[in-house]
């Protein structure tokens, strides 16, 4: 059996524990905390290290999903996780211009650790708005080689959708 690691990266809120644990056979381990604004009043959750899942694609090949915390602060995080990965996923909140900005940076790292193959998901997406997907890759300078995939986090198909794709250029690159 084939071991793949993966990395899911992206900016905060972008749905990364999300998109794990909306794929993921395995009960997710998360590192979720809890994050206030300055007034002390609850704002939601945050990963803080990681969280991770697992799918079998076939009889041969098994994904090892290692998700990111998304804020820059956590970035010793993203060197530990990227070790060892053979491709990525760069999840953007394509409705968030801040989570398109931070992208661009978070590309440029995960890039920078390691030249093996990743795919950005446009979370929020629908998989027929070409008009959105054409602005967000001039919006995060990605090239046409680089796959644009729409994404639903919420969605197990659709996740598995970006996640083939991913496989896909894995194999591309190995042989």
Do not use: C
């Not at 749905?15 to 009960?27: D, H, L, Q, Y």
């Not at 300055?38 to 076939?58: H, L, W």
């Not at 996923?89 to 661009?104: F, I, Q, T």
């Amino acid at each position: 059996m084939q071991s793949v690691k993966v990395v899911v990266t992206g900016p905060f809120n972008a749905g990364k524990t999300t998109f794990i644990k909306s794929v993921s056979e395995i009960t997710v381990l998360s590192t979720e905390r809890q994050i206030t604004d300055t007034s002390g009043e609850g704002q939601g959750e945050t990963t803080v290290a990681m969280d991770f899942g697992r799918i079998t694609i076939s009889d041969d090949v098994v994904l090892y999903l290692f998700g990111t915390p998304g804020q820059q602060r956590f970035s010793f995080m993203w060197e530990t996780l990227s070790e060892g990965m053979l491709g990525f996923v760069v999840l953007v909140d394509a409705l968030s211009d801040d989570s398109v900005k931070e992208a661009v940076a978070m590309i440029e790292f995960f890039r920078g650790m390691s030249d093996v193959p990743f795919v950005v998901a446009a979370n929020k997406v629908g998989p027929d708005d070409a008009e959105a997907l054409s602005s967000l890759r001039v919006s995060l300078g990605l090239a046409e080689d680089v796959a644009l995939l729409p994404v639903d986090a919420r969605d197990r198909d659709s996740v598995k959708g970006v996640l083939l794709g991913l496989l896909y250029r894995i194999l591309d690159s190995m042989s």
